[in-house]
């Protein structure tokens, strides 16, 4: 029976378990940055100017669905004063749009199931969702 507790034979175990992993790339696209794991896109952070903002429904050169806002994604984003988040959009993660005082209005549609806690937190401004 051979050992499977050697050194070499753990590190090539490993190895083996991190290639089959299912991978999400850190990646960026105008003012957004993503990760998209192959098949769907995950917003992460928003760099732009804010005002009226429309999330796009696909992301990447590969036009991946955004099906996903990340956990603290536009966080403290003051200048947002709008966001219209498209219906290929099923969650909204933690914190995804907290502190985003400017913001008066969301359209979040019903294909959103998922709302993460806080998310909308201290958002003084919201009048319309």
């Known amino acids: ?4 507790n050697h050194p070499h034979v753990r590190w090539l175990i ?6 089959a992993a299912p991978r999400a ?11 998209d794991n192959g098949s769907a896109v995950t917003i992460t ?3 732009g100017a804010g005002g009226a903002v429309t999330i796009p ?7 991946h669905p955004v099906i996903s806002i990340g ?7 003051t200048a947002l004063t709008s966001v219209t988040i498209p ?12 502190s985003c005082t400017g913001l008066t209005s969301v359209t979040i549609p019903s294909s959103v ?4 806690n806080y998310a909308f937190f201290n958002c003084t401004g919201l009048t319309s969702v």
């Open 57 to 63: 429904s696909v992301l990447g050169p590969s036009s």
């Open 25 to 35: 790339w850190a990646l960026t696209s105008g003012d957004y940055s993503y990760t």
């Open 87 to 98: 219906s290929s959009v099923t969650s909204i993660g933690d914190s995804a749009f907290q």
């Open 45 to 47: 952070g928003y760099t």
């Open 14 to 19: 490993c190895l083996c378990l991190l290639c």
């Open 1 to 4: 029976m051979k050992n499977n």
């Open 71 to 77: 956990a603290s994604a536009f966080q403290n984003c």
């Open 113 to 116: 199931t998922s709302l993460g």
